[in-house]
């Protein structure tokens, strides 16, 4: 909190939200995902690239904005194992543009102690793009801030599928295969996120109430938050009112809200018989 203060200014727009904010509690993990590039474009009569481009600089501001508030994590959904049905050129500017973050951003994200990782099937990105970003990845192993998780090639079905398959191949590995059980536990420690905590808010862009194959596990209890703003006009201003509308939730993760009073304590008893098969 206090080193995104450095950069506010006392009064204005941005410096009055993050006033509002309680630092105590923030979301340890944010994800988001990033839509509405194309429309973008489209409403300035620019080719789609453009809006990707433009949503460079919304990557750029809530890096530094999450890196400042102290965020523990951080994934961007940037491309989908889907989005290779796309024209080819588009496909080819956006691992030009994900080069060019790495070329352009690697000083400042060392700078601000980001630890970059990258998740999806890294393996099938082309090859000059997959050496980029494992150069990126090593160039930050060490340092301890905020975790940048570039979703690339991700799917969150892919990535279950891939979670089982590991997990029969550490079976048949170590002869366990006959007496394989799965449990929750063990199917999050091999999915791409392990070690990683659930997001606690996940953010979409540009007004779609779709989820989009992304991080079906880990979202399990996040809470959503869907603004109409087209991702190249997200800024700081916009992930802090996201934030501000996260912490008047009411997290109860199934359970009940701790200001709940205990079982019995004023609610009148009532018979079952009266509740009728209404469920
Ligand atoms: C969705 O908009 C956006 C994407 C598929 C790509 C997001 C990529 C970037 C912002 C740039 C690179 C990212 C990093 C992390 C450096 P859309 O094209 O689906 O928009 P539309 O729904 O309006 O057509």
Redesign the pocket.
Same mark, same amino acid.
């Given at each position: 909190m206090m080193r995104l203060e450095e950069v506010l200014k006392p009064g204005d727009q941005d410096w009055k939200l993050a006033q509002q904010l309680d630092p105590g509690r923030l979301p340890r993990h944010i994800a988001i995902i *990033?839509? @509405?590039? @194309? %429309?973008w474009a489209r409403s300035r009569s620019l080719p %789609?690239v453009a @809006?990707?481009q433009a @949503? *460079?600089e919304s /990557?750029r501001a809530v890096v530094e904005t999450c890196a400042r508030l102290d965020i523990g994590a951080l994934t $961007?959904y940037?491309?989908s194992v889907e989005?290779w049905k796309r024209p080819r050129a588009e496909v080819e500017m $956006?691992w030009h &543009? &994900?080069s060019v973050?790495l070329k352009r951003e690697l000083a400042t994200i060392v700078d601000q102690n980001i630890q970059l990782s990258a998740m999806g099937r890294i393996e099938e990105l082309p090859a000059r793009v997959r050496r980029e970003v494992e150069s990126a990845v090593r160039a930050t192993a060490r340092n301890s801030g905020m975790r940048l998780n /570039?979703a690339l090639n991700y799917g969150g079905r892919t990535e279950l599928a891939d979670a089982v398959n590991a997990i029969i191949e550490e079976a048949r590995a170590n002869g366990s295969l006959a007496s394989l059980k799965v449990d929750e536990d063990r199917i999050a420690a091999r999915l791409y996120t392990a070690g990683l905590p659930d997001p606690d808010l996940l953010i979409r862009t540009?007004g779609e109430m779709r989820i989009s194959n992304f991080l079906l596990w880990q979202i399990a209890y996040s809470e959503l938050y869907v603004t109409d703003t087209l991702?190249p006009d997200f800024r700081r201003a916009d992930l802090l009112e996201a934030l501000l509308d996260y912490q008047k939730r009411d997290r109860r993760f199934g359970g009940l809200s701790p200001a709940t009073p205990p079982a019995g304590a004023e609610e009148p008893a009532v018979p079952v018989e009266a509740l009728g098969s209404a469920r």
């Open positions: *990033m839509d @509405g590039n @194309g %429309r %789609r @809006g990707h @949503g *460079m /990557v $961007l940037a491309f989005n $956006l &543009l &994900l973050y /570039v540009s991702w």
